[in-house]
Every structure is written in C-alpha cells, then in structure tokens.
Nanobody, 114 residues
Framework: QVRFVESGGGLVQAGGSLRLSCAAS????????IAWYRQAPGRQREWVAH???????AYVASVRGRFTISRDNAKTTAYLQMNSLEPDDTAVYYC????????WGQGTQVTVSS
C-alpha cells in the first residue's frame, strides 16, 4: 500500500528556513513524479512544486527562488528546502504523486510568524 509520511515542519520567524522530508513507501518511487502540496486554513489544497524522475523541477510562482525540491531515490524520500519563509507560507504541507494522488498522509504543519 502506498504511504507518504511528511516531517520537518515547525514554527519559524519570517525570513527563516525549514527542510521538509517526505518518506514514501512506494516500490516505483524512482519512476514517479513526486509533488509537494500545501493547505492553508480556509483554503483549498494547492500544488507547490514537483520533481520528476530525471530530477526536473517546477514551482508555483509564489515560492520560486525561495523553495527547492529534491529527491533521494535510494531512500525513497523527497525534500522541500524552504528559505526566506513568509507568513503566507503558513500551511499544512503534504507530498504525493503529481498525476494521480494516492491516499494523503497527515502532513506537516509549517507556521511562519511575522
């Protein structure tokens, strides 16, 4: 069964950094496009970034230049390095497949104070 476990969130001041991890129990991990999503209070879940099987990346405009997505296929883990955090980045962050999401994990809370 596919399972994603997110970690690394926390409370940080504006301008600070966090590194999120996404441990996946996916036998086909190296061939999958893995994405990070986030859901802020009262808002719909939104796509943040994804990393392809070859390492290609894409980002939503609001985080481009501040966030970096990466993956370690040997560890079946994806990462999201978040720098220059802003209060609007406050949300629960999730990882999942890009094309057809599997069951969602519990996510990891990121709170950025001003």
């Amino acid at each position: 069964q596919v399972r994603f476990v997110e970690s690394g969130g926390g409370l940080v001041q504006a301008g600070g950094s966090l590194r999120l991890s996404c441990a996946a129990s996916v036998s086909t991990f190296s061939r999958e496009v893995i994405a990070w999503y986030r859901q802020a209070p009262g808002r719909q879940r939104e796509w943040v970034a994804h990393v392809g099987s070859t390492g290609s990346t894409a980002y939503v405009a609001s985080v481009r230049g501040r966030f970096t997505i990466s993956r370690d296929n040997a560890k079946t883990t994806a990462y999201l390095q978040m720098n220059s955090l802003e209060p609007d980045d406050t949300a629960v962050y999730y990882c999942n497949f890009l094309a057809v999401p599997a069951i969602w994990g519990q996510g990891t809370q990121v709170t950025v104070s001003s």
